[in-house]
């Protein structure tokens, strides 16, 4: 590989000299938590399939800085609810998601996880937005892989924009508040 078809990623705006490289706190850590996202899989039917198409060697996921997955709430931020929820999961689904540390973000994949899908029932929660909130839905029954990957984009550029200080802020107290989260 020639060094002319490397592509370099361009560096945040900033002041760039001979040296040095100096920019804002947001877009340093914006950049740093977008590119190392750590996915939690919540995977309940055929959407956890496509997911582990994913992950495979075809798709690869890691190479958006996603490729630790972690099977413990207080090591990942990234939660990808993948499949239909029954009304008796859902306290689960809202603990584990409690158990994350902050900054966490939750992204619905799939037809199921973001409305109910085909199942209209008494036994299915019809989204998981009633539970937790959900930064980025993921439309498909099954979604491909590549939509996968591209709700995982979305979510990193919401990541990269996010302010440091917006966990804090009362809007994102008020949105928790409204899912009996403290």
């Known amino acids: ?11 945040p705006e900033g002041v760039v000299g ?12 914006g950049m740093a938590r977008a590119n190392s996202l750590w996915p939690l899989p919540f995977a309940t039917s055929c959407c956890g399939i496509e997911f582990m198409a ?5 798709y690869d996921l890691a190479r958006f800085g996603s490729e630790r997955v972690s099977f413990s709430p207080r090591q990942a931020d990234m939660l990808m609810v993948m499949g239909t929820i029954s ?6 689904l809202r603990q584990v998601y409690e158990q994350m540390s ?4 939750v992204i619905a994949v799939g037809a199921c996880a973001s409305s109910g899908g085909i199942f209209d029932t008494y036994s299915v929660l019809q989204g998981i937005d009633k539970v937790i909130p959900v930064d980025v839905y993921v439309p498909g029954c099954p979604p491909r892989p590549e939509q996968i990957v591209d709700g995982v984009m979305k979510l990193q ?3 990269r924009s996010e302010s440091v ?13 409204s899912y009996n989260i403290k």
Do not use: C
């Open 102 to 105: 902050e900054p966490r973000w």
């Open 87 to 92: 009304k008796k999961m859902a306290p689960i």
């Open 157 to 159: 550029e919401l990541v």
């Open 1 to 11: 590989m020639s060094n002319s078809s490397i592509k370099m990623v361009e560096p």
């Open 165 to 177: 200080r917006r966990r804090s802020s009362p809007e994102y107290q008020e949105l928790l508040a």
């Open 18 to 29: 001979e040296g040095f490289f100096a920019t804002k706190l947001n877009d340093v850590v």
């Open 54 to 58: 994913t992950m495979a060697s075809h």
